[in-house]
């Protein structure tokens, strides 16, 4: 059974900085590509940053390109998203997740869908105050 885990969520003023952290258990880690995705309240779950299997790929929408990085370290079996000069619209739930398949690679396309098939964890409230 896949379990998706996030943590590192929590309050922060506006210009600050939170590092969120992903681990995942069940499946061999370092197959998958991993992504992080965010909802607000009264929003669609979209598409943050993802990152390839190996490190060598990773993508992100435009609101934090230059702000957010994604890493990974597969010995750890852990996935980060540091997030630096956070702003009052980053506030939302951020999910971690899975690709369902290994041929599944980072990419605008896999970050435009929040596939249901995805392994998704319960998700890390991040709040900015203004």
């Known amino acids: 059974q896949v379990q998706v885990v996030e943590s590192g969520g929590g309050l922060v003023q506006a210009g600050g900085s939170l590092r969120l952290s992903c681990t995942a258990s069940?499946?061999?880690?370092?197959?998958?590509?991993m992504g992080w995705f965010r909802q607000a309240p009264g929003k669609e779950r979209e598409g943050v940053s993802c990152?390839?299997?190996?490190?060598?790929?990773?993508d992100y929408v435009d609101s934090v390109k230059g702000r957010f990085t994604i890493s990974r370290d597969n010995a750890k079996r852990t996935l980060y998203l540091q997030m630096n000069s956070l702003k009052p619209e980053d506030t939302a739930i951020y999910y971690c997740?899975?690709?369902?398949?290994?041929?599944?690679?980072?990419?605008?396309?896999?970050?435009?869908?929040?596939?249901?098939?995805?392994?998704w964890g319960q998700g890390t409230q991040v709040t900015v105050s203004s």
């Open positions: 990152i390839s299997w190996n490190g060598g790929r990773t």
């Open positions: 069940g499946l061999t880690f370092g197959n998958y590509a």
């Open positions: 997740a899975a690709a369902r398949s290994r041929f599944d690679s980072c990419s605008g396309s896999w970050l435009s869908i929040a596939r249901s098939d995805n392994y």
